[in-house]
């Protein structure tokens, strides 16, 4: 009879071992999807993130953005930015974090000439390539998974920064999500 009874005590255990183990992991999430709220005001562009929770201090994530407006003279038609972060806050891939990225652009060929007379600029073809930088920024996420997001960053074209008027990256976002 303490055999049996020790035998039920010991998988009993183990069942409850799992359960918690089961109940635990539903808030550490490790997908994400998320939506920039200001870049459609600010420079009528569309900007969509998938980022994805490693362990509860870091992630690496792409953003792709598209300009589908000229109301401003934005001279960025799109780009594609993978990141990783590092995350410093208590809460599973949340708080503050830095990154670093790098992005494939495609960038109007525009330059703007300096002279004593009025400026000119020539329209050459669209200028493709790649930057490095580093950002930082912070994330907040609710226990039922929705996510709020800022971040700011800064990076140098690498290879034809000569043949347009742009030799830096500027990247900042507030973002809505949700970890799933």
């Given at each position: 009879?303490?055999?049996s ?15 918690q183990?089961g ?48 109301k ?38 525009k ?28 994330k907040?996420?609710t ?16 290879f ?7 030799d830096?990256?500027i ?10």
């Amino acid at each position: 009879m303490k055999k049996s009874l020790f035998i039920l005590a010991l998988l009993f255990s183990f069942f409850a071992t799992n359960a918690q183990n089961g109940t635990s992991n539903q808030y550490k999430k490790q997908n994400e999807i998320k939506v920039d709220i200001i870049q459609p005001l600010i420079s009528g562009s569309v900007e969509a993130v998938y980022e994805r929770n490693l362990n509860s201090k870091s992630s690496l994530g792409v953003s792709g953005l598209y300009m589908f407006t000229d109301k401003i003279d934005e001279d960025m038609n799109y780009s594609l930015t993978p990141y990783y972060r590092r995350y410093f806050g208590k809460k599973y891939a949340a708080g503050f974090f830095l990154e670093g990225f790098g992005t494939f652009s495609s960038i109007d060929g525009k330059e703007v000439y300096d002279t004593e007379e009025p400026l000119t600029y020539t329209e050459n073809p669209d200028v493709y390539d790649l930057s490095l930088g580093i950002g930082l920024g912070s994330k907040w996420i609710t226990k039922s998974g929705f996510i709020f997001e800022f971040n700011f960053g800064y990076g140098r074209q690498l290879f034809n920064a000569d043949k347009t008027d742009h030799d830096q990256l500027i990247r900042y976002g507030i973002k809505l999500g949700y970890r799933f």
